[in-house]
């Protein structure tokens, strides 16, 4: 093997492990913060990997037959790692190719496409009720990341991930890539499934949606699917629109994401802290006034601004 | 009291007049208590002209065995006329052999429940009642025994009964159940809500409830006796017990004629005012938590702790706290606790307006109560609602102003009314009266007299009297009436708390809302359906504490004995 392939491979592997291993970490952070601001002491921040071993060692339950629904959880949490792959986190994404950007768009709705399956295939009437909420969140957001996505791509005249930071990296902020990171910044909090967006599990409607009838492992792998998601979503963020200062040294540039990943999170979950939950028509009126306020920066990229 | 008697004699004249020799007799319980004795077909024209001329608002309904007393059983209809702080009475006979009576939900929409239950417990029957089905029973009860009658022991332990159980209402056609309760995360205790959906938007709903019933009533007239009853009418409510017992003590000293001493009477309205705070701040919380907004739980209830303190400092016990008896108080606040008390007082008024400011700011929280679940103030006053439900939808009711006891004579309360009926409106309200309560328990021990904390009582209390008594709980008013008995003990005892009216206006409230908001509009009313969440069994002689398993509890079930499951 060249070394280049191997030097891809050795940051994929790099990218899967920062998903995976500390995703549920960052959620740690973010429940302590929580606390902090309700005046409580809070859980230990490894509280969500005990969470995770304990969930796994559980019997596995199902309310549903079939194929499909046996293997969502695994190709839930799949689809998220393969998101991971064409995130570029303190280098090039291992994935890396010409148009990835619509692969990510993909992707990412991968994810909340699984997890309103497995909502419908139960056929409760919670579950359905968060599998349609689900579905029209997404119907939502995803155009706001999208949009976010192609101003990039407007302005550094590429489809690629990496050639939007690069680009992004050497020509430094402008109006309309500004614009675009707080657009995706406002998607991160529904994508996260955090307050004041988490219509879909609205634990006091609907006991947690989509979820109330996944239990043990299954559920442990819901959730840190969309522990990593927030994770993962939130590196390509900051890759994105926040990219500097870019030193060149790969385990420097990788901290540096990270630790500006964490600010970006901590931001997620203080907003979480302070609001109490739209309903779903709120949430889906919010989410189409920041569409139409992205497309400004887009006509913005467009005239070069 | 403040009665005028050119109203008493208006009310009776036009009694009179509309209804003749129907009118058997009219009599003054006490000074603001009137009662009609009436024949039972009058009912109906007498509710009218009580609705029509007085404005008079349906409190509650009793029926009582009368049995052994009279041969016949007896249904009374509680009316309060607020503006003249009086109380009304209909009280029809019925004969055992034709054990009905006209319904008059078509006139009061409020009556629903109180007809339904007097017609499962004492088995008249409600004619012309829109809705008849079974109401506080459990499912598998025998259709043939109402359990007030006094051959009914308050121990009985009827053989399950197959095939008497309600039937739940059908959805319209094209619309899907959404089942909330029997038991739901947010409701805390078990109600069922069955919500007809279109889509999220709710069609209508279906209510059945009751499944804590816990026979409060019955042992009261049954097992124990007056001076015990206090302590088991604490226990009707975890969070506003005080109220219950304080109404309870309050009915029977006004049957019996015992004059509370004044200082009592202080101490009573400083606990009221007590309970109120912690009791509107838990709801806060809770109100927070339904939407969400935990922030507004644990901050809330961080601030309320101190209040818990005090009440444990007062009383011994953080809730619950037995300090009513029959003729006053059994403790008395001590002159070293004042100066604590009103510390704690200053730091929980800071800590509230920095509350009630941080709310009235949050632009989501607008959007998530205003106008959810709208309660317009005709229907309001129809359904008779109470507290906080009904001031939020502008009826200005209040008991501590419209039947003042305790000591709210001398320390006078300004009531907080809101116009829009929403939620916000109720959010308000409460938050208002925190405040307000804040202020009356400074005044409360400002104005503390000195003097003795419990009346001496002169002899046994009478048999045959009766009296009606209200305290304005943070929840609305609660009823207690009271017909004294022979033993020792009431012969008929009847609470309504103030959740059984403001529930019945939900079916309205959530009409055309999305399920989302079905939460907070329940919340919004601060309901307290009872207080257990599972079943222990306490051996009294051996003290061994029993937890009954699923499988055990499925055991008993009636899905297990045979029949088909909802």
């Not at chain 1, 939007?164 to 998607?187: D, E, K, N, R, Y």
């Not at chain 1, 909090?189 to 239990?215: H, N, R, T, W, Y």
């Not at chain 2, 052999?97 to 088995?123: H, L, Q, Y």
Request: aromatic share 8%; glycine share 8%.
């Amino acid at each position: 093997m060249s070394t280049a392939t191997l030097t891809l491979l050795a940051l994929g592997v790099v990218n899967v492990v920062v998903a995976l291993l500390l995703a549920p970490l960052y959620e740690g952070i973010m429940r302590k913060l929580r606390a902090a601001l309700h005046s409580r002491k809070g859980p230990p921040i490894t509280q969500p990997y005990w969470d995770l071993a304990k969930l796994l060692g559980k019997e596995d339950l199902r309310s549903a037959r079939g194929a499909l629904y046996t293997l969502t959880p695994a190709l839930t949490l799949g689809a998220v790692l393969t998101l991971a792959l064409f995130v570029p986190m303190g280098a090039r994404p291992p994935l890396g190719m010409a148009g990835d950007i619509i692969v990510v768009i993909y992707v990412t709705a991968m994810s909340a496409v699984l997890l309103m399956l497995t909502a419908f295939a139960g056929g409760g009437p919670y579950a359905s009720v968060g599998g349609s909420r689900e579905m029209m969140m997404l119907l939502t957001v995803e155009p706001v990341m999208a949009v976010a996505l192609l101003v990039g791509a407007v302005k550094a005249r590429t489809l690629a991930v990496s050639g939007i930071v690069s680009w992004q990296a050497a020509h430094g902020p402008t109006l309309s890539t500004v614009i675009a990171g707080v657009a995706f910044f406002l998607a991160l909090q529904a994508q996260a499934g955090k307050l004041p967006f988490d219509v879909p599990e609205a634990d006091q409607e609907i006991m947690g949606g989509p979820l109330i009838e996944q239990s043990g492992p299954r559920l442990a792998l819901f959730r840190w699917a969309l522990w990593s998601k927030q994770l993962v979503l939130t590196v390509l963020l900051v890759e994105l629109f926040v990219p500097w200062p870019r030193l060149g040294i790969f385990p420097a540039d990788l901290a540096l994401t990270l630790l500006k990943a964490l600010v970006v999170l901590l931001l997620v979950a203080l907003v979480e802290v302070v609001n109490p939950r739209l309903r779903i028509d709120q949430a889906m009126g919010y989410y189409m006034r920041v569409a139409f306020s992205s497309l400004a920066a887009l006509a913005f990229a467009v005239i070069g601004m | 009291m403040m009665v005028d008697n050119a109203t008493v004699r208006r009310l009776s004249e036009v009694l009179r007049e509309r209804l003749g020799p129907a009118v058997r007799d009219v009599k003054r319980d006490a000074a603001d208590t009137l009662r009609f004795v009436l024949d039972r077909g009058a009912v109906r024209a007498a509710v009218t002209a009580l609705n029509d001329e007085f404005n008079a608002r349906f409190l509650i309904s009793a029926g009582t065995d009368r049995r052994p007393l009279s041969g016949d059983y007896g249904i009374e209809h509680l009316f309060s006329i607020d503006r003249e702080h009086l109380f009304v009475v209909l009280e029809c006979a019925v004969a055992p052999d034709d054990a009905r009576i006209d319904s008059i939900t078509p006139i009061i929409p409020g009556a629903n429940w109180a007809e339904r239950e007097f017609r499962d417990v004492i088995g008249v029957s409600p004619e012309g009642h829109p809705d008849p089905r079974r109401l506080i029973v459990a499912d598998d009860w025998p259709a043939d025994i109402h359990p007030l009658r006094r051959d009914v022991p308050h121990d009985c332990r009827p053989e399950p009964a197959v095939g008497v159980r309600q039937p739940l209402a059908d959805p319209p056609a094209g619309a899907n159940v959404f089942a909330m309760g029997p038991f739901f995360p947010v409701l805390e205790e078990p109600s069922y809500w069955r919500l007809f959906t279109e889509g999220e938007t709710i069609v209508g709903c279906d209510f059945r409830g009751f499944y804590n019933h816990r026979g409060i009533e019955k042992l009261g007239d049954s097992a124990l006796t007056y001076n015990e009853i206090p302590y088991l009418a604490e226990r009707i409510c975890g969070i506003c017990g005080f109220i219950h017992s304080a109404c309870y003590c309050q009915a029977v000293e006004k049957a019996a004629e015992i004059e509370l001493p004044r200082r009592a009477a202080y101490i009573r309205t400083l606990m009221l005012e007590l309970e109120r705070i912690h009791s509107h701040l838990l709801w806060l919380g809770i109100a927070g938590h339904i939407l969400g907004f935990d922030t507004v739980l644990m901050q809330v209830w961080r601030i309320r702790e101190p209040v818990m303190w005090l009440a444990e400092e007062i009383s011994g016990n953080r809730k619950t706290y037995g300090m009513n008896t029959i003729g006053g108080v059994r403790r008395d606040l001590p002159d070293h606790l004042v100066p604590k008390l009103l510390e704690v007082l200053a730091t929980l008024e800071k800590e509230c307006v920095a509350v009630r400011d941080a709310i009235v700011g949050d632009t989501i929280l607008h959007a998530r109560a205003k106008n959810v679940g709208p309660l317009s103030n005709d229907w309001a006053k129809r359904v008779c609602v109470a507290g906080p439900t009904a001031r939020g939808s502008g009826v200005a009711i209040d008991a501590r102003i419209d039947h003042p006891y305790a000591a709210y004579d001398e320390v006078p309360v300004r009531i907080a009314v809101e116009q829009e009926g929403d939620t916000w409106a109720r959010v308000v309200v409460r938050v208002n009266e925190v405040l307000e309560a804040i202020r009356l328990m400074r005044e409360t021990v400002r104005a503390m007299p000195n003097g003795p904390i419990v009346a001496e009582l002169a002899g046994e209390i009478p048999a045959g009297r009766t009296a009606v008594s209200v305290v304005e709980a943070p929840r609305g008013e609660a009823v207690h009436y009271v017909i004294t008995g022979g033993d020792n003990r009431p012969y008929r005892w009847r609470v309504r708390a103030p959740t059984y009216p403001n529930l019945q206006a939900v079916p309205e409230m959530v009409k055309g809302q999305n399920i989302a908001d079905v939460p907070i509009t329940l919340g919004s009313l601060d309901p307290c359906f009872s207080c257990t969440e599972r079943v222990e069994a306490l051996d009294v002689r051996t003290s061994e504490l029993r937890v009954y398993t699923h499988d055990e509890l499925l055991r008993l079930s009636p899905w297990h004995r045979g029949e088909e499951p909802r």
